[in-house]
């Protein structure tokens, strides 16, 4: 493997006796599109911080091409960034502040007018050069810090959950322009987010944080088909968790009422046998055809019509609810309330931790 | 709102005289005093029998009067520049320390307001004795820039809790040093805390006289304190006149004050 752009190594941070990050480590490549998802105080902001050099880490260390960063001040580490609030100097005009770190650099005007024209036009705010930032939504203003963070040409670029104030339709809309500047500039971009699907529509890899460590580290595909943990599936997308007994010598995990899975996928399991908690997706689930493997027979307790999929919440046998998303092949013929229904799955699709 | 002005029916005439009533109360001395530094009686006779600017042409032959106005205006410019800087450093201290006592520090600093000035003064008056500042000028800075200093740190700490950190964060990744970043940065954005601090702390200087008037020398007169004794020998409608050119800087830099803070970036 070639030498990592970016590399994270064994980062711990602690306060006094609290422990805000653990033996993170990480590498990634250049221009590679790495978002930290998790819950607030899972330590993704924090590993950003180390990196933008507004913390020291207390161990551990960060490397940009093979050089430590930590011993260089923030304003001297060349790195770009996008904050969660909005940080546009608010006495400066749109253009000013694009061409602040120009200025700081010392850079001739023509260069500068030159660059903050090419940055407005990549944010597509170019007839707003001389707007005051008070003038502007909170999506153009996160949009000019983006051109703010860019115009210096950094190696990284660091986003931490620059979206999170704006609403639902304006996010999607600069989550696509975020993913065309990425592709048009090739930065290396770290995101940070705490959006399961912010993460799956921008990244190529998503690190998912959880109290102070990166619980698994992959693609999308990655964290939703194969977790490595019952945090990491609880996290990305929808499941059921349900409690089995897992007897090795068959593979076979038993439900409450007696159902047998065969052939589950058990890599995520410790050694021994007895209780385990296992996890389907609600979209694993197919109506039992008559021969399939494993029959799990419940109840219909509600049914939700929605276009691409039908949601069912089905009561089993031994009084456990199911969220099952039916897709449109099985729609045929039509679930209804107070029915009853025979599931079945996919085996490998059915993870014990 | 419960209280809403436009639905207390006849309250409201009540009320508009009430305000009416204070506002006049408040004004009218003021007024009187304006009128009677036009007035061409002697004795400050009210409403005046003709009007005159003969006060004003004998207040600026007076080179005593012109002297103080001069040691006024300096006292209070370099007091409006004192206590706006360490009212600055004060303010970031307040703002972004993270120390124990940080509030009981903020209280301290806020004692000159809260404090009876004449303790002050009588305290001041002793300790200069020794260090020889009586009647200087550093004296009379030192302790005025002590009464002011509590404007400029309300002024000036308001602005910074207002201006989120992240602005100069992001002015430090761009490339700026921190003090960079806070003189190209933080203090434009607060500039109306600045300027209402300078503002405040030139009149707590300009109007002050208790503790000017243990300050002063004979060749060192501000210019309250200058009426004040100018007062005590005999009732000229020259301060009259002194005291109408007081209350318009004053009214003026009010006024600046009310802008700037308009001018503020919402």
């Not at chain 1, 913390?55 to 490397?63: E, K, N, S, Y």
């Not at chain 2, 009416?20 to 036009?38: C, K, Q, R």
């Not at chain 2, 009259?240 to 800087?249: M, R, T, Y």
Request: charged share 20%.
């Amino acid at each position: 493997m070639t030498r990592p752009f970016l590399s994270i190594r064994n980062i711990e941070k602690t306060y006094g006796r609290v422990v805000a990050v653990q033996d993170v480590s990480l590498d990634i490549a250049q221009g590679e599109f790495v978002t930290f998802l998790g819950p607030s105080g899972s330590g993704k902001s924090t590993t950003l911080y180390a990196i933008a050099g507004f913390l020291q880490p207390t161990r551990g260390d960060v490397l940009l091409g093979g050089k430590s960063l930590l011993s260089v001040p923030s304003n001297k580490r060349n790195i770009g960034m996008v904050f969660q609030r909005y940080t546009l100097f608010p006495h400066l005009s749109v253009a000013d502040n694009v061409a602040f770190p120009l200025r700081v650099r010392r850079q001739p005007k023509a260069e500068i007018d030159a660059k903050v024209a090419a940055m407005l036009k990549l944010v597509r705010l170019e007839t707003m050069a001389d707007r005051m930032p008070a003038q502007m939504s909170g999506g153009q203003q996160q949009r000019v810090a983006l051109a703010r963070a860019l115009a210096y040409d950094p190696p990284i670029l660091l986003m931490d959950e620059p979206l999170s104030a704006l609403d639902k339709k304006l996010r999607e809309e600069i989550q696509i322009e975020i993913k065309r500047i990425h592709n048009e500039t090739g930065v290396t971009i770290l995101y940070v987010t705490h959006d399961q699907e912010e993460a799956l529509r921008l990244s190529d890899r998503i690190a998912l944080f959880n109290a102070g460590r990166i619980e698994q580290l992959g693609t999308g595909h990655d964290l939703y088909e194969k977790p490595a943990s019952r945090f990491v599936a609880g996290f990305i997308g929808n499941s059921n968790f349900l409690h089995g007994k897992l007897s090795r010598s068959d593979r076979s995990i038993t439900l409450p009422d007696g159902t047998a899975i065969q052939g589950v996928a058990l890599d995520k399991v410790g050694p021994g046998q007895g209780d385990v908690s296992i996890m389907i997706r609600p979209d694993h689930f197919r109506l039992h055809n008559g021969e399939a493997a494993p029959r799990l027979v419940g109840t219909v307790t509600d049914t939700t019509y929605l276009g691409e999929y039908t949601q069912l919440t089905v009561l089993t046998a031994w009084g456990g609810a199911l969220s099952v998303r039916l897709p449109p092949d099985d729609r045929a013929s039509p679930v209804e309330k107070g029915q009853s229904i025979a599931l079945t799955c996919a085996p490998l699709d059915v993870r014990a931790f | 709102m419960l209280l809403d002005f436009n639905r207390l029916g006849g309250l409201r005439v009540a009320l508009s005289a009430i305000a009416f009533l204070v506002g006049a109360f408040l004004l009218l001395p003021i007024v009187v005093i304006v009128l009677l530094s036009f007035g061409s009686s002697r004795y400050l006779q009210f409403p005046p029998p003709a009007w005159t600017l003969r006060w004003y042409e004998e207040l600026f032959d007076n080179p005593d009067w012109l002297a103080s106005f001069a040691t006024s205006f300096e006292i209070a410019v370099v007091v409006a520049v004192a206590a706006t800087l360490l009212g600055l450093m004060a303010s970031f201290g307040l703002a972004r320390g993270r120390f124990p006592g940080k509030e009981a520090l903020r209280a301290l600093f806020l004692t000159p307001m809260v404090m009876p000035v004449v303790v002050l003064a009588v305290a001041l008056y002793a300790f200069f004795l020794r260090l020889q500042l009586n009647g200087t000028f550093v004296g009379f800075v030192i302790a005025h820039t002590i009464i002011a200093l509590p404007f400029a740190i309300i002024s000036i700490s308001n602005a910074l809790e207002g201006f989120d950190k992240s602005i100069e964060d992001a002015a430090v990744l761009c490339g700026a040093s921190p003090l960079e970043a806070k003189l190209r940065v933080t203090l434009p954005a607060i500039r109306s805390g600045l300027f209402g601090a300078a503002i405040f702390s030139f009149l707590a200087s300009w109007d002050e006289v208790v503790v000017a008037i243990f300050m002063a020398s004979p060749d060192l007169q501000t210019l309250p304190v200058r009426i004040f004794s100018t007062l005590q020998q005999d009732l000229s409608p020259v301060i009259a006149a002194v005291s109408s050119i007081l209350v318009a800087l004053t009214v003026l830099l009010m006024a600046v004050a009310a802008i700037f803070r308009r001018g503020k970036p919402a």
